[in-house]
T-cell receptor, first 116, second 117 residues
Framework: NAGVMQNPRHLVRRRGQEARLRCSPMKGHSHVYWYRQLPEEGLKFMVYLQKENIIDESGMPKERFSAEFPKEGPSILRIQQVVRGDSAAYFC??????????????FGSGTRLTVV | AQKVTQAQTEISVVEKEDVTLDCVYETRDTTYYLFWYKQPPSGELVFLIRRNSFDEQNEISGRYSWNFQKSTSSFNFTITASQVVDSAVYFCALRTSSSGATNKLIFGTGTLLAVQP
């Protein structure tokens, strides 16, 4: 049973380009969370999605960032017109449905975005 | 407001020493969950433990132990007889009932543990 799969593992983008980060949840998991880890900092919640629905995007920057979790396929975190300050590690986590008392849900290995 | 404080930014010990990583949390909720995660140099996040606010029993798992004290709002983590493989950044995290259906975690800034051979 594969864990949460994130790709790419490393992504380099020039300023102004778009970055697309992918997350495939664990089998049977329909809830996905995205967190961002800036250098020397802890993880900060960005967005929580269920299939085809954004449930909580309170941690998402208001501009340039968007997330989706379609009925089929992975969840995508999209960053448009990237800037140097977007350089960070982006982690995805998933949990099964109905888990209001989850066990710290499972994180992927992260995507390290570097903006040059 | 919810907050997690890990005051120790970096700790360096020599192998076989015991080391305690501190975690202090803030919440007004009576129902909450505390977590510890390990982030080794390879970068992934490894779940270590979850504790709920109604269970103050300390836990031991091999060389790892956790001390949960509601009176001081602390959830400290001790590694006994540390090993080089324990070198990592360790994060403490909090989830409260205020998180609602979101289940979002509030992380501390982490403690970098370096175990020297």
């Amino acid at each position: 049973n594969a864990g949460v799969m994130q790709n790419p593992r490393h992504l380099v983008r020039r300023r102004g380009q778009e970055a697309r980060l992918r997350c495939s949840p664990m089998k049977g998991h329909s809830h996905v969370y995205w967190y961002r880890q800036l250098p020397e900092e802890g993880l900060k919640f960005m967005v929580y999605l269920q299939k085809e629905n954004i449930i909580d995007e309170s941690g998402m920057p208001k501009e340039r960032f968007s997330a989706e979790f379609p009925k089929e396929g992975p969840s995508i975190l999209r960053i448009q017109q990237v800037v140097r300050g977007d350089s960070a590690a982006y982690f995805c986590a998933s949990s099964p449905p109905g888990s209001s008392d989850n066990y710290g849900y499972t994180f992927g290995s992260g995507t390290r975005l570097t903006v040059v | 407001a919810q907050k997690v404080t890990q005051a120790q930014t970096e700790i360096s010990v020599v192998e076989k020493e015991d080391v305690t990583l501190d975690c202090v949390y803030e919440t007004r909720d009576t129902t909450y969950y505390l977590f510890w995660y390990k982030q080794p140099p390879s970068g992934e996040l490894v779940f270590l433990i979850r504790r709920n606010s109604f269970d103050e029993q300390n836990e031991i798992s091999g060389r790892y132990s956790w001390n949960f004290q509601k009176s001081t709002s602390s959830f400290n983590f001790t590694i006994t007889a540390s090993q080089v493989v324990d070198s990592a950044v360790y994060f403490c995290a909090l989830r409260t009932s205020s998180s609602g259906a979101t289940n979002k975690l509030i992380f501390g800034t982490g403690t970098l543990l370096a175990v020297q051979p």
